[in-house]
Nanobody
């Protein structure tokens, strides 16, 4: 098990940018695939994107493709979500999640960080 702590959320105007960070405890961070998810009020949690343990493979939800970028620094046990061209519909609590390479489901979750985009 690892612990995940997100940071970097806040209030931003439409068209602006934010970078979220997720610090992961433990010495095995580089063996985990990392994901970002979000949950807007009254909606189910949805997938935003993910990055492989090596950082060589990423994929994104269609709603954020071309605007959001996931990266990781294994030396710092940190994964990032760079969000550009933000829209009001991006408003949500953003969660990072971890799963061991080869695992089916994400089973380690952070507490979430709020992102609010105003029009």
């Amino acid at each position: 098990q690892v612990q995940l702590i997100e940071s970097g959320g806040g209030l931003v105007q439409a068209g602006g940018s934010l970078r979220l960070s997720c610090l992961v405890s433990g010495r095995t961070f580089s063996s985990y695939n990392m994901g970002w998810f979000r949950q807007a009020p009254g909606k189910v949690r949805e997938f935003v994107g993910q990055i492989s343990w090596s950082g060589s493979i990423t994929d994104y939800a269609d709603s954020v493709k071309g605007r959001f970028t996931i990266s990781r620094d294994n030396a710092k046990n940190t994964v990032y979500l760079q969000m550009n061209s933000l829209k009001p519909e991006d408003t949500a609590v953003y969660y990072c999640a971890a799963k061991r390479s080869g695992a089916y489901q994400y089973d380690n979750w952070g507490q979430g960080t709020q992102v609010t985009v105003t029009s």
